[in-house]
């Protein structure tokens, strides 16, 4: 007879998901876990704070597509990591969070940092639990691995009772519960498929936009086919940048205003039409445009722009798809129309405009100067994250990524540090 700690339990069936990272900060009642997980062979990484443990936790789900874990204290540890779950739920990150908290029969009774964790995860996660038993836990982790990764993803949390985490039980009682399988894949309706290769080839400005989500569901493969083959002009998210690289000669980032502004046909891949694309309404937009809009969630169609054509799938699916009714009959969107023309022109004002801007001596320096220096020393391959307005905006169109998933761009109201505070609109915006 076998018998187990709720410890090396929990630790057991995050390895069998397949959770290969563990960030968090341990103590009361979870340091059991912690210990456990290593054993296990989870990678663990102490931190200092448990938010930024969450946000670890999170990148590891948004670069692996497998959520990373997030192993907190009761009370305020848990509190803290409230900001990195709610993060993870709105950019769409998988990520499993593991609090530790008052033991069942000290509810209510005013134990060590009591607090009501299932309820207050509920508002920044997709699913919060409290195991009942020590025979339930491993079909609950697999439950929120599985919510975490399926359809949109988020952040999921799962509360441990301190007197759960110490008590034994016989495993020959624990039900086994496999891996759960990446996502199902879905592909959007070929009606709608036939209908958006239609609108795009009857586009005389089109434009697609490369959001977080062709990021996220590795379509970059697939999208440079598309690009390529339809001859097609592109402008990437802060955050889509590098699915295809910056410097590709299709990519019009550098006449962002421009593209937006006069595209009178939008593929919208894996982006939202919130704050970061104007919303997608006039003045950055014309009235006129129509979008067709690939999203893996539903209820995010026709947010604040109702969509021309709605294809609802995974985006490197449907970007297949896309490409495979491009392909039907040889077309291509013509490299010297009128719209490539104006894309050019614009981008080859604003490369003059921000290459003088680079070359001025001014002290303090200013934004184009800094990142044309900092550019200069940057390996091909680094992940770039660049926090704050100003220096998200401009290291935008100044910092190329060339690899996928290798851009994190967070927008605050603070500027690049020890800079005087600027517009958050400059030229080449």
């Not at 059991?32 to 969450?54: D, L, P, T, W």
């Not at 301190?162 to 990446?182: E, F, H, L």
């Not at 894996?270 to 979008?291: C, E, M, Q, T, Y």
């Not at 390996?379 to 100003?390: F, K, L, Q, R, T």
Request: charged fraction near 15%; include cysteine.
């Amino acid at each position: 007879m076998e018998e187990l700690t709720g410890a090396q339990l929990i630790a057991e069936s995050l390895k069998t998901q397949n959770v290969e990272y563990m960030f968090g900060i341990v103590g009361v009642p979870i340091i059991e876990v912690a210990m456990a997980a290593q054993a296990a062979g989870i990678k663990y990484v102490g931190m200092r704070n448990e938010q930024a443990a969450c946000y670890a936790a999170s990148a590891v789900g948004y670069l692996t597509g497998r959520p990373g874990a997030c192993l907190v204290v009761s009370g305020p540890g848990l509190i803290h990591a409230l900001g990195g779950m709610s993060n993870a739920n709105m950019n769409c990150w998988p990520v499993i969070v593991i609090g530790g908290s008052s033991d069942r029969n000290q509810e209510t009774a005013g134990a060590f940092q009591e607090f009501p964790q299932v309820e207050a995860c509920r508002l920044y996660s997709k699913f919060s639990v409290r195991p009942s038993s020590l025979e339930v836990i491993p079909s609950v982790v697999e439950k929120a691995v599985r919510t975490s990764m399926y359809g949109r993803p988020g952040a999921c949390y799962i509360d441990i009772a301190g007197d759960m985490v110490n008590a034994k039980v016989d495993r020959s009682q624990i039900r086994v519960v496999s891996c759960c399988p990446d996502p199902p894949v879905s592909l959007a309706d070929h009606g709608a498929v036939a209908e958006a290769v239609s609108v795009l080839k009857t586009a005389k400005r089109p434009l697609v936009i490369i959001g977080k989500g062709a990021a996220y569901s590795r379509a970059e493969t697939a999208l440079r086919e598309l690009v390529e083959t339809s001859g097609l002009p592109f402008l990437p998210t802060p955050m889509g940048k590098g699915v295809l690289p910056d410097d590709h000669p299709h990519c019009v980032a550098a006449a962002r205003s421009r593209a937006l502004l006069q595209a009178d046909v939008i593929l919208l891949l894996g982006a939202r039409l919130n704050w970061i694309l104007h919303f997608g309404l006039p003045p950055r937009f014309d009235p006129n445009v129509k979008i067709i809009q690939v999203d893996l969630c539903a209820e995010e169609m026709g947010n604040n722009v109702r969509p021309a054509v709605a294809l609802l799938g995974d985006i490197n699916a449907v970007v297949t798809q896309l490409l495979q009714g491009i392909c039907k009959d040889g077309w291509k969107y013509g490299s010297g129309t009128e719209w490539w023309s104006l894309l050019r022109n614009k981008i080859a004002a604003n490369a003059k405009i921000s290459k003088t801007l680079a070359l001025q001596s001014t002290v303090p320096m200013n934004y184009y100067t800094v990142f044309h220096h900092v550019s200069q020393l940057l390996p091909h391959d680094c992940i770039i994250i660049s926090e704050g307005a100003n220096t998200m905006d401009i290291g935008r169109t100044m910092l190329n990524n060339y690899l996928p998933r290798h851009r994190q761009a967070r927008r605050t109201t603070v500027a690049f540090t020890g800079a005087p505070s600027q517009s958050l609109t400059h030229p080449l915006i």
